[in-house]
């Protein structure tokens, strides 16, 4: 069947395809439970547009492809045109610096990825079977459109290892980088995965949660039902709060959390810290199959170690209490080794169109993969597990 002829078309929003023939590329073993991960789903994506999120004015332009055989959906990417570099989170404003200086324009440029979501996931989304034949036109397609487009670059960020070695393969450059993530051992609870520690980091955990505790109230953790109307209202005062110290405006809107409350509540867990019958800080967390996701942090008041607490600890006692195999904390944060969360390697795809300046960036992408094997090594043999011991 990899052999019929593929039609490729490009939608200027999800509001272009049903649903049920996006979800059947992105998500197919939702058929029969939890989405791998919720980002790629239809009704994530097109949260983030109708929210105006993403699309006219946000510089995320949809420009989503579709593969057809047959008329039938085999293969589906989300697609960005992009005039700025900013919420993604595979940094290259050195790339883009570097282009212009010499003359030449970086922006716009194309870039597959799940907009201010810095979480690995596929990014070539096939139906069971097409798997080969996806990949190869909807990469076709990319480099097509950024050519034909005269544009400079066009880039897969956060896809999957699999998708980056497929990629290779078809001649594209592929970027290795580092999150950390948080491994469930099989743990039977908290304390289990404390004594798996170190003793020194084992009381500064505890430490922290008793401090966290002191702040004079309590910690729910909602998801479902549970999550009421204004449980929003107090996550947005967060959320902005966050948003304007870190990137000067909030990339989501309000709009946004009332998207995901009508369509979403269920793939969501809210972590609300509650003082006086208020809430005064709060973490939002997507859940997939096997990992659960954080997002979102915010706070209105100064609590010690109320942070680590909402974002860290109580993400890892959930994962424990249902199972889940991993926790993946977001972007950055060498802090978090000390909390249990080792490093993993990320990646990216990514296509040039200037000749040198490929060569240029190829050379650059050699040197940091072995930079980023090698400080992966030392940061998981410095992590706060406990070392075996050795004879002799």
């Known amino acids: 069947m990899d052999q019929k002829a593929v039609e490729i078309t490009v939608l200027s929003g999800l509001g272009d395809i049903a649903a049920a023939d996006w979800d059947a590329c992105a998500c197919p073993e939702a058929a029969v ?3 791998r991960d919720p980002f790629t789903t239809h009704r994530f994506l097109s949260a983030l547009e109708r929210s105006g999120s993403v699309g006219a004015g946000t510089g995320w332009q949809p420009h989503h492809l ?3 055989v047959d008329g039938e959906v085999i293969a589906a990417m989300p697609l960005y045109a992009k005039s700025h570099s900013q919420g993604e989170y595979i940094f290259d404003h050195g790339w883009a610096d570097a282009l212009e200086r010499a003359g030449g324009r970086y922006y716009p440029k194309l870039q597959s990825a799940v907009p201010f979501t ?3 996931g596929r990014r070539y989304l096939t139906r069971p079977g097409w798997e080969g034949a996806g990949r190869a036109a909807l990469t076709q397609a990319l480099v097509q459109i950024a050519a034909d487009n005269a544009l400079s670059s066009a880039h897969v960020t956060f896809c999957t290892a699999e998708e980056a070695e497929a990629g290779r393969a078809m001649g594209l450059l592929h970027r290795v980088t580092q999150q950390f993530h948080w491994e469930n051992r099989a743990y039977a609870d908290f304390d289990a995965f404390l004594g798996q520690l170190s003793s020194r980091k084992r009381k500064a955990i505890r430490r922290e949660r008793a401090g966290a505790a002191a702040f004079g109230g309590t910690i729910r953790r909602l998801s479902g039902a549970a999550i009421h109307p204004e449980h929003w209202d107090a996550f947005w005062a967060f959320y902005q709060d966050t948003g304007s110290r870190k990137w000067g405006r909030p990339y989501l809107t309000r709009a946004f959390f ?3 409350h009508e369509t979403m509540r269920d793939d969501v867990l809210l972590i609300l810290a509650e003082r006086d019958g208020r809430p005064v800080a ?4 997507f859940l997939g199959a096997d990992t659960l996701y954080g997002r979102y942090w915010g706070a209105l008041e100064d ?3 109320l942070h680590f607490e909402c974002c860290y600890y109580q993400a890892i006692d959930h994962a424990i209490a249902q199972g889940l195999a991993c926790v993946e904390a977001g972007a950055q944060g060498e802090h978090k080794l000390a909390r249990g969360y080792l ?5 990216s795809l990514h296509w040039i169109a200037e000749p040198s300046f490929r060569a240029a960036v190829a050379r650059y992408l050699d ?5 980023v094997g090698s400080e992966i090594a030392a940061l998981t043999d410095y992590g706060p597990f406990r070392k075996p011991q050795r004879d002799g």
Do not use: Q
């Open 33 to 35: 439970g939890r989405p």
């Open 303 to 305: 609590h010690p170690f």
């Open 343 to 347: 490093p993993v390697e990320t990646h």
């Open 258 to 260: 009332d998207e995901i």
């Open 282 to 285: 709060g973490a939002l967390n």
């Open 367 to 371: 040197a940091e993969r072995h930079a």
């Open 118 to 120: 810095p979480v690995t």
């Open 66 to 68: 579709v593969a057809r």
